[in-house]
């Protein structure tokens, strides 16, 4: 049981809350966390003070009906998940939340994903989540399957030598088979391999070697990465339903078109390849990933980021 005790959800009010509600009372059932519901909405504009408090009641009462609506459709009484709501107003919502997280120490942040009728991608303040904030960030998509059909897959790179990524590597596989475990239970692990030096030597200079002797080097080349996964899977110390995609692709192609052709619910991946600089963000293979996913997706950090974002 991985240690989640206790999660800032954050709702705008806006939009249908019942996703990102149910997908947090689960893991706070599971888990046992606290649920703390952060109500972050824009400033009220100059001349219209007078109506802050009117807002607020409407926004957060607002808000305890989805609550409540998404507590009955999960059969939770009131002391089987302990929450609190708070209303927070003000410019730089992203900003505003991190704060919450680095001052109050919370262990996951769920949000739905911001805008509506966002298919595929994230936008502005997911992303800035994504990018800064130092704990795992849930963003919620719409799941039409009950929680024991869920599908739950995880992104991870056997090539992680450096002790801050190989941490964050086994880290990705137990949280994801800890939401495996409480859904369907089957684990769908991806890991690409992009043998760029056979292609393009292949392509683009005679050799004096076969298309055999090619071909039996990019077997070695994958044999040896599918080696290590199982290493690192071994390591991780998960067992249960697995099913392994190792595939030779480029990651930001095949993983959104998997998730597409096996109807993943919620992805697990990292979004940050170097640990341990303050303000480094992510590489382009993850930004490529996250504008293309049409699923939920459970983004973690090495434990040792440093957020950009100051208290």
């Known amino acids: 049981m991985l240690n989640i ?51 607020e009641e409407a926004l957060l009462k607002r ?13 939770l009484n009131e002391d089987q998940v302990k929450l609190e709501i708070e209303c927070d107003c003000g410019p730089r919502p992203a900003e505003r939340v991190i704060r919450r997280v680095l001052s109050d120490g919370y262990d996951l942040v769920v949000k739905n994903v911001e805008g509506h009728n966002q298919r595929k991608g994230f936008k502005a303040i ?25 599908r739950v897959a995880v992104a991870v790179d056997p090539e992680c030598e450096a002790a801050g ?3 964050l590597a086994i880290r990705l596989l137990r949280w994801a088979r ?21 292609e393009y030597l292949r392509r683009h200079f005679p050799l004096n070697a076969t298309e055999e002797e090619l071909d039996e080097a990019t077997e070695v080349a994958r044999s040896r990465h599918h080696s290590k996964l199982e290493v690192l899977i071994r390591a991780s110390n998960i067992g249960g339903d697995l099913q392994l995609h ?4 480029r990651p930001d192609n095949y993983i959104p078109l998997l998730i597409e052709e096996e109807s993943l619910d919620l992805l697990v991946m990292g979004t940050v ?15 490529n990933i996250l504008q293309k996913v049409s699923c939920s997706l459970l983004a973690l950090k ?10």
């Not at 009010?13 to 909405?41: H, M, P």
């Not at 795992?136 to 399957?145: D, G, Q, T, Y």
């Not at 190792?246 to 692709?249: F, N, R």
């Not at 090495?302 to 208290?311: G, H, M, R, T």
Request: net charge negative; proline share 6%; charged share 25%.
């Open 5 to 55: 005790h206790k999660i800032l959800y954050v709702s705008h009010a806006a939009d249908d809350e019942s996703s990102g509600l149910l997908q947090a009372f689960g893991v706070a059932r599971n888990t046992g966390a606290v649920i703390k519901v952060l109500l972050v909405c824009p400033s009220v504009p100059e001349g219209f003070e007078e109506f802050i408090a009117l807002c």
């Open 63 to 75: 808000v305890r009906s989805e609550i409540e609506s998404a507590q009955k459709r999960m059969n």
């Open 126 to 150: 997911d992303m800035e989540l994504l990018r800064k904030c130092p704990c795992p960030v849930w963003l919620c998509r719409p799941i039409e399957r009950p929680q024991k059909e869920i």
């Open 165 to 167: 990524t190989y941490d």
């Open 178 to 198: 800890m939401l495996a475990d409480s859904c369907s239970g089957t684990l769908h692990i991806v890991s690409c391999w992009d043998f760029d030096v056979d």
């Open 246 to 249: 190792h595939v030779i692709a």
């Open 273 to 287: 390849g170097r640990a341990g600089i303050p303000g480094f963000i992510m590489g382009n293979t993850a930004e």
């Open 302 to 311: 090495p434990s040792d980021f440093a957020s950009p974002i100051k208290v």
